[in-house]
């Protein structure tokens, strides 16, 4: 599975600390928030992190739907919400392209309740980035009862790829 382009939901310290993460390990990255000061804001951060040579690869919308009709990887960094990541999964699952992977930032949620909403919840998985994300070397990568051992593997091959073990 080959990762060329990702979405990271989440403005504060986490989303624009993931982005940079993917950036540097090769991806392009669209940072999202419903509100495009946030999303500018965010996306600045990120640009600070990467440095210069870096800075074509990010962007920032607050088209959620656009930004995830095209990528590969989205990854969530929203408030543990079981409710609210219930209803974003469902939602990513609907307007994402059917081999994307949908990846949840999560610390304590089940990413098995989680996905449980999801049509395909074969894609979605936990990717747990320690704070601050481009900092801190380790990530969880945790699979769901549903995830596909494919998409897990390829995922954790991906972290390790952008640095992280």
Same mark, same amino acid.
Do not use: Y
């Given at each position: 599975?080959?990762?060329? /382009? ?10 624009p ?17 419903? $509100? ?22 990010? /962007? ?5 739907? /656009?930004?995830?009709a ?6 969530? $960094? ?5 409710a ?7 939602h ?37 980035f ?17 995830? $596909? ?13 952008c640095?992280?073990?």
């Amino acid at each position: 599975m080959k990762f060329e /382009a990702a979405a990271v939901i989440g403005t504060g310290m986490m989303g624009p600390g993931i982005a940079a993460v993917l950036v540097r390990g090769g991806l392009r990255a669209t940072i999202l928030s419903r $509100s495009a000061a946030n999303a500018e804001a965010a996306l600045l951060r990120a640009r600070e992190i990467v440095g210069p040579d870096l800075t074509s690869q990010l /962007a920032a919308s607050t088209d959620l739907d /656009a930004a995830c009709a095209h990528v590969d990887l989205v990854v969530e $960094s929203a408030p543990e919400d079981l409710a609210f990541k219930q209803e974003l999964f469902a939602h990513l699952d609907a307007v994402a392209r059917a081999d994307a992977v949908l990846a949840s930032n999560t610390s304590g949620l089940s990413i098995t309740a989680i996905q449980s909403k999801c049509q395909r919840p074969a894609r979605v998985v936990t990717t747990h980035f320690w704070n601050p994300p481009h900092l801190m070397p380790l990530v969880e990568v945790v699979p769901g009862e549903r995830t $596909s051992l494919e998409i897990a593997v390829a995922v954790k091959e991906l972290l390790a790829h952008c640095g992280k073990v």
